[in-house]
């Protein structure tokens, strides 16, 4: 199997991203609405890995000098390959936040193995009762 290559997200990424999302969110998928802004809006930066087809991407939003991990998703087919570690990198900043559901054991252990610590948690946040776990990262990119 090919190495996905990470690009920055482009417009043309959009159908794309909203199949991925589905697929995976269901009905907590982002709306194709919620996508177009997510890749191309202001103070967004967004990456997607492809092979022949997507098969990831990330999105982040600067609010100051924090940036807010919004999305990390890895199709199905290319997960447990180290793929989601490179997409973080490739969006990562020295001061970061996130929220993942409590439910989500594999997320959690992924984003402390990756330096994020919980600072809080936000009850009943997600449409099925879970809560959120925020976790931040303050680490210094390398060099």
Do not use: C, K
């Amino acid at each position: 199997m090919t190495a996905p290559e990470i690009r920055e997200a482009t417009a043309a990424d959009v159908d794309a991203v909203v199949g991925l999302e589905q697929h995976v969110f269901g009905v907590e998928a982002w709306s194709r609405e919620s996508v177009v802004e997510e890749l191309t809006g202001e103070r967004r930066h967004a990456v997607v890995a492809v092979t022949d087809e997507l098969v990831g991407y990330a999105v982040t939003m600067r609010a100051g000098d924090l940036v807010d991990l919004q999305r990390i998703v890895v199709a199905a087919s290319h997960r447990r390959r180290g793929l989601a570690r490179e997409l973080l990198d490739a969006v990562r900043q020295p001061r970061m936040l996130l929220e993942v559901s409590a439910s989500n054991d594999a997320a959690i252990a992924f984003y402390t193995a990756q330096g994020f610590e919980e600072i809080d948690r936000r009850p009943r946040y997600y449409r099925d009762g879970a809560d959120a776990v925020v976790m931040r990262a303050d680490t210094a990119l390398p060099q």
